[in-house]
């Protein structure tokens, strides 16, 4: 087998593999304490952090579709002050690099969350969660994501990337990209979950509390794929995060060649916890069976013509 | 893979069989380690569907019993209710097939530390936990006594187990196809009295729970309910099964089934509300629902 | 078991039950014959019918995804000479329900392509394929789909609905259902594919031909759901038609729930050339065991409050 | 659902066994109506992954043997390659699983009128059809020969059996393991004039069927090749199976190897053109491909 490198720059931060927790599906790392070993990730993406604590919507939370979930939480969880006190200095404790997702609901709230993380030592990047509140859309909306990118941007140090993540389902991913790079982005995460709906057998009414929710899973990667592929495409320079049904290492592979420096994890941590864990070991075996000995030779690769190598 | 030796483990279990139970399925699975650590009350997730499987989430089961040594090595078994796609794809396993075991999951029953009377309430097959709960609740010098309940006959769980394991057994079917007719409730009063029970445990549908948490309350005894409910990932990181439940400073949180529970002490679940985020609750409310999916 | 009264109303023509197959995945449905009676089902879509024949994209044209397929086969096809000469009468012959899909690539192109069609006896409806071309983006952009509706509805008689079958991936279906309603459409397709995109293993560039492709399958019929809801809970009173991942009749319910009058079976006909028929059973079952007697008494019902009967 | 006397069917199949053989598995299926259906070159087309898979595509695989009668009713048989996922769960089916058939599907090998001598061509696994085929032959008076090739031994099936089934057999492998060393085309053109062939039959991969196509044709021999293709419907109606073939009239059209196909006229068929649209193809060029789904 051959050796690999599965070093991986985020937006100039330099992470031991591409593999991370995504925002939401792995709490804030330490429920998967039992099940792998959190600072062996590339990073831990933490759920999105709100500036106050939040209940959440009732349940039903999820529903199970074909080969994902469809989900709404309603970002349930301690608020910045909770996180910062105990959630945030366990992962640094353990040696993590904690990736802070953060969702406020007016530039205000964006940019006390931005200062607060920025000041917070063992930060390693910052996301913005702009597929939320989907009301203000800012995820959708060029002009919406690049204010709330700048505001954010101001807050934290330099040296600490902040990435935005932005909604699939748009026009054009290329422009929401555009805008916020401009905005000060130093990378996208691709992409957020995909707005579906269910109705329950029993009551013939929507199955979940928050009546629509995101579809995610091995059932929507392709459109993963696809939207990191066109902002590699139009804007090669560009840092980009694929997220999106990563279940095995050649999923993490595609998302790899299609442009992204890396990658994260989400709902398949809720049927197998380990998952990252095993996806790293994967993607080093998929690389290795190939003759491939660095990730970064890989990443953008499927968008050069057949048969060259670099 | 296993990092600590209490907590739960994840191993790949191999089935030693399926058999029925009325209109129930006991599964018996090989899975190392499981059982060294199971407390009453923890539960396993099972992967269901296969190799290749479009079914994402484990099916939950509550732990019916668990031997860590064996011919075949430690064992856990499980009860099964037919309806749900995933439970009946297990209901259907042959002996050596394999499946992704994680468990034993989740806060297990809080036994008492004097030798008191304890009366244990199960409805359907969500007394499959209970069985060894008696057991070692037994082992401490406890006085047991067993309530179970269904709909009908063939829904009734472990009634003749239940000879052995309690002093007292009283059986209660909605139709009267055995035992008593009509529900738990009816006749827990009577029981919690007459035996000067001081602790209530319960498994079963919601309403069951709550009903024993109320006449436990009643009476003045403690009581300990495992709820039941869906449970995506089972380990904490999915907040999808959550429910109200006041805490010893008297705030109603949405806590998690999977990792605060399953057991609760059933005066603290807020029974009326569940399903809801009540008014109160920290962090309510959220702004309201807005047809767009929110995190 | 209840008797239950399929029939439902296309847009004023009425359908003995409101399943159908999806544009180009029952070709003109004669390959369905050995397996189910065309006359049996709501109605049978033909694939998008071009002005000119077309070979369509190189192979491959298919992958296989997490509970759905991603395809692009380039709309081949012999055009609308060679379909009505051949493929519309052995419709009409075997007395299914025609409902004729057209794509055009220019105004010019759909206008002709309504009057020929238009003037063929045993049109039952015509599909407007406004996903495509993606580049386009008329499925898209409410002006821009609304001028094809327009020339399209001029040259097809009245009585014959013109449906808009519009693209999930937009800011606001509603906007666009709204334009083309305004245009003259009769009711709207909800919806197309999703765009998504897959690297081959071997070559570690784009598995398909046509590199990007359309994800469809029970993987995305959530958002299909989705899609309903939103239009009919916005515009109750356009007729829509539900296209998505339906594999079960319970699925075919789901959509009717969410305020479909009629659905599209397409991927699901790969995997089990009889599942159209299979589902007009299944459906039947599912209103007969929650004695529903009339599929018009379901359409929209996810929208009323629980226990609310009608 | 059957609707017609002749055509396909589709079936309910039980497995009766799968068998190693070579590198290969070998499956026998339970297939009520398709036996009785089967030409040699058609194919049958099964679900993979079980009730709850994710798999949505058949798996095609041309029939080996076909029995319509038998102990436990009509029997069709096929050969399975490892590698991908779905052939991969069938090749560990056991005895009694059931699963969706349809078949007999395509179009078959076109059998001479003549008692003449043909020339049976296999690559691999995909030889498995010839069997059948050259048991038909003979039953006409035609004279049969063989020849097998493949990469190594174990990937060669059905070298036995060509000695019953044929009068020359030659095998050939890449590595020389097993026969002569290196690729069938290096042995045809000598049997086909030593043997006087009329009529060449091939299948296999396509680099195989090329060579078939081409040693005819300098022989002056017909020739008729099944074609190896992934094919998601194998009925017809999804369009992801073309390939370029030449009709009578000299025109190029993207055809369907499902149902057109799997067997064409190896002069007909576009070889070096294959995974493209030939410029001047029947509705080519499309525009472009412009990074978008095209419908
Ligand atoms: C403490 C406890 C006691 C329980 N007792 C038992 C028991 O002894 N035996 C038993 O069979 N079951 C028991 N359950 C329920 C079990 O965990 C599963 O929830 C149950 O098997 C699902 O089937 P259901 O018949 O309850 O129907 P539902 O829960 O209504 O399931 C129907 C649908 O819900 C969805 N679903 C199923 N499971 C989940 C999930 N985990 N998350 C999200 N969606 C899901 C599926 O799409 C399924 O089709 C118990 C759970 C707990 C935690
Ligand atoms: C005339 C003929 C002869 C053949 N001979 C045999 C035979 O005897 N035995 C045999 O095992 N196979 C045979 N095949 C191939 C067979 O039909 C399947 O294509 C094959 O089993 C798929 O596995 P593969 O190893 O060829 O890999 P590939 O075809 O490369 O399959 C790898 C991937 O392709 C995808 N895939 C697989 N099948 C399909 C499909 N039908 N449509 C779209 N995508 C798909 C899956 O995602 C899979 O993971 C034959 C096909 C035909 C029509
Ligand atoms: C239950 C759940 C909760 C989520 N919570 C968040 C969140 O708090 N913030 C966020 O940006 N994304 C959130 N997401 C989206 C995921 O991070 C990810 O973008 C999406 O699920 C697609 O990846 P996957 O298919 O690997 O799950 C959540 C997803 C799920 C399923
Ligand atoms: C192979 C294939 C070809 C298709 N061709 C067309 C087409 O010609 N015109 C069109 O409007 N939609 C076309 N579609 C989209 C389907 O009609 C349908 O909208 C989509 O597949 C979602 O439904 P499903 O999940 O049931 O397949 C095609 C889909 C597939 C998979
Ligand atoms: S089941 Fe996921 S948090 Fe409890
Ligand atoms: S396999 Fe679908 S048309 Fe041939």
């Not at chain 2, 483990?9 to 089935?15: C, D, F, K, L, W």
């Not at chain 2, 998690?256 to 399953?262: D, F, K, M, N, V």
């Amino acid at each position: 087998m051959t050796a690999v490198d599965l070093s991986t720059s985020l937006a100039g931060v330099t992470l031991p593999n591409p593999v991370m927790t995504a925002a939401g599906c792995a709490a804030a790392g330490r429920e998967l304490e039992p099940f792998l070993d959190v600072a062996a990730l590339g990073g831990v993406v933490t759920r999105s952090v709100t500036l106050d604590p939040r209940a959440g919507w009732p349940p039903p939370r999820m529903v199970e579709t074909a080969s994902g979930v469809l989900s709404g939480t309603g970002l349930q969880g301690p608020g910045i002050g909770g996180f910062l006190a105990t959630e945030l200095p366990w992962l640094v404790q353990r040696q993590a690099r904690a990736v802070v997702s953060i969702a406020g609901e007016s530039l205000a709230e964006f940019a006390e969350l931005a200062r607060r993380v920025g000041n917070s030592p063992g930060v390693t990047a910052v996301e913005v969660n702009l597929g939320w509140p989907e009301d203000a859309a800012t995820g959708r909306d060029p002009y919406q994501a690049s204010k709330v990118v700048n505001v954010v941007r101001r807050d934290v140090p330099r040296g600490i990337p902040v990435l935005a993540k932005l909604a699939p389902v748009v026009h054009s991913v290329v422009d929401v990209t555009r805008a916020v790079v401009k905005a000060g982005a130093d990378g996208v995460v691709l992409a957020h979950t995909v707005p579906g709906m269910a109705i329950d057998r029993r009551t013939l009414r929507p199955a979940l509390g928050g009546v629509t929710g995101g579809l995610s899973g091995p059932a929507v990667h392709a459109l993963a794929v696809r939207c990191v592929w066109e902002v590699h495409q139009a804007l090669p320079d560009v840092c980009v995060v694929g997220v999106g049904g990563v279940r095995t290492g050649y999923d993490a592979l595609e998302l790899l060649l299609a442009g992204a420096s890396a990658v994260q994890v989400g709902t398949m941590i809720f049927h197998d916890p380990s998952s990252p864990a095993r996806i790293v070991a994967e993607l080093e075996a998929e690389l290795s069976q190939r003759n491939l000995t660095r990730v970064a030779d890989v990443v953008g690769r499927a968008h050069r013509p057949e048969g060259e190598l670099s | 893979m296993t990092r600590a030796a209490t907590g739960p483990v994840q191993v790949t279990g191999e089935v030693l069989g399926v058999k029925r139970a009325g209109a129930f399925h006991h599964l018996t699975l090989v899975a190392a380690g499981v059982a060294e650590r199971f407390r009453p009350g923890t539960f396993v997730a099972l992967t269901v569907g296969g190799d290749l499987s479009q079914r994402l989430l484990r099916r939950t089961f509550p732990i019916y019993r668990a031997r860590p040594t064996g011919a075949y090595g430690g064992t856990v078994e499980v009860v099964l209710a037919t309806g749900d796609d995933g439970s009946d794809w297990l209901s259907r396993l042959g002996g050596g097939a394999r499946l992704d075991v994680l468990g034993p999951l989740g806060r297990p029953f809080a036994l008492p530390k004097e030798p008191v009377t304890c009366t244990l309430v199960g409805g359907g097959h969500a007394s499959a936990p209970l069985f060894g709960l008696a057991e070692r609740l037994r082992e401490r010098g406890c006085a047991v006594h067993m309530v179970l309940g269904a709909a009908t006959e063939t829904r009734l769980f472990g009634a003749l187990e239940a000879r052995r394991a309690a002093k007292t057994v009283i059986v209660t079917t909605e139709d009267g196809s055995v035992g008593m007719r009509g529900s738990v409730s009816a006749v827990l009063p009577d029981l919690l009295a007459r035996t000067s029970t001081d602790v209530v445990y319960a498994s079963g549908p919601h309403g069951l729970l709550h009903a024993a948490a109320e006449a436990a309350e009643a009476h003045g005894a403690w009581s300990q309910t495992a709820v039941e409910t869906d449970m995506p990932c089972g380990t904490g990181v999915c907040q999808a099964c959550v429910l109200p439940v006041v805490g010893e400073d008297g705030v109603t949180r949405m806590v998690r089934a999977c990792t605060e529970g399953p057991v609760f002490r059933g005066d603290r679940v807020r029974w009326r509300d569940l399903g809801t985020v009540p008014s109160g609750t920290w962090g309510a409310p959220p702004p309201a629902p807005t047809g767009g999916p929110a995190r």
